[in-house]
């Protein structure tokens, strides 16, 4: 479904992914962690092109995005992504919020993309703020409207980046709690985070970054309870 | 000290005719420098240094010489070579259109990069193209923070159309001056043009608070 190879960034003379090799199966979960700096949200930026590529390739459903002549829009409606930040469009309302890319970019109805931003929106527990506008919502409940709004599109594969990391303690479960449903239903995803317990529970597949490389990849259990390399332990060490 | 309202109201039907000619001036001037200026301001923000450059010279020609200056040049020069006589209204609408332009340029530019870089990030992710992201998501946003130095911008584009009596544009203080040499009064003539500019330009920033408010999203 999403299929890496040899990709490399650089930011001025600052190399930051340094050849990353990875395929991504339909379905499947994969976590990706390490330190800060590690080029972790760079190479899940790189997957639908926010992030220019420097060298390599990323194929998402075989299509080529780095080849000049494949539309990157279309790619990008397949493919929905929630920001550590949630970007809400803060004029909007939290239906209009969701509605927008359905009803310009897909030409749905007005009514029909109503009804489905509400029918996300009871999934996602909010179907009461659907008039409401980002800025009167908690950071939890922002989350989960651009989780909504994401799925609006009705993609294929869906990236997180950080989806938790700006949010207070106690709002980190019900983002969590929306993530894990989406896996369960089987969504394809790539989730880049710090939450190690998740990465646990929810990953099929753990890949541990760092300075722009590949460094261990695995199932969560083996390598949260038996990583191979030093650099994995002692990430691990810290934040375990 | 005697103050004549009879010359007031002698000259009040050309005050009134001043008054609308002002009016129609600003609101030309508005209009053309604000189109003007948001192509000028997207043309300055062209990634491609090399198309990028005439437009930053526009600004900095059109910013950096006196406004009195341009009219000069555009009623005695400018005009003539285009249309083969003088004619102080078009150029003033032209000086006033072409210098606001610069200034309403700026004032888009840093609008549109002040919106946080995450808004277009968020809207290209949906699948929206560069312009729909632009339309739907960023200038909505940037014109909400555009009004108030737009504000700005429309006010003082008001109080220096009265520039144009000097190329005998017949506004305001065209005939606050005519007032003035006939009757060799200073404070008639003087207060009176004042007080029509601080109605203009209160009245214009009262528009611009009601359109501020109507735009809060809480």
Known sequence: MIKVENLQKTFGSHKVLNGINVVVQPQEVVVVIGPSGSGKSTFLRCINLLETITDGHVLIEEVDITDKSSNINKVREEVGMVFQHFNLFPHKTVMENITLAPLKVRGIPEQQARSKGMELLKKVGLEDKAEAYPDSLSGGQK?????????????????????????????????????????????????????????????????????????????????????????????????? | MDFRFDMIIEYSPYLIKGTLLTIGLSLAGILIGTVLGLFIGLGKMQRRRLLAWPFVWYITFFRGTPLFVQILLIHF??????????????????????????????????????????????????????????????????????????????????????????????????????????????????????????????????????????????
């Not at chain 1, 983002?175 to 929810?202: C, D, N, P, S, Y």
């Open chain 1, 143 to 240: 989350q989960r409207v651009a989780i909504a709004r994401a799925l609006a599109m009705e993609p294929k594969i869906m990236l997180f980046d950080e989806p938790t990391s700006a949010l207070d303690p106690e709002m980190v479960g019900e983002v969590l709690e929306v993530i894990k449903q989406l896996a369960r239903e089987g969504m394809t995803m790539v989730v880049v985070t710090h939450e190690m317990g998740f990465a646990r529970e929810v990953g099929d597949r753990v890949i541990f970054m760092d300075g722009g490389l590949i460094i261990e990849e695995n199932k969560p259990r083996e390598i949260f309870e038996n990583p191979q390399h030093e650099r994995t332990k002692a990430f691990l060490s810290k934040v375990l």
């Open chain 2, 77 to 218: 020069g400018v005009v003539p070579m285009l249309i083969g006589q003088t004619n102080g209204i078009v150029a003033t609408i032209i000086a006033l259109s072409l210098n606001a332009a610069a200034y309403i340029a700026e004032i888009f530019r840093a609008g549109i990069q002040s919106i946080d870089r995450g808004q277009m990030e968020a809207a290209r992710s949906l699948g929206m193209t560069h312009v729909q992201a632009m339309r739907y998501v960023i200038l909505p946003q940037a014109f909400k923070r555009m009004i108030p130095p737009l504000g700005n911008e429309f006010i003082v584009l008001i109080k220096e159309s009265s520039l144009a009596a000097i190329v005998a544009t017949p506004e305001i203080m065209y005939w606050g001056r005519v007032m003035a040499g006939k009757y060799y009064r200073v404070w008639e003539p003087y207060l009176t043009a004042a007080i029509i500019y601080l109605i203009l330009t209160i009245s214009l920033s009262f528009l611009l608070n009601i359109l501020e408010r109507r735009l809060k999203t809480e």
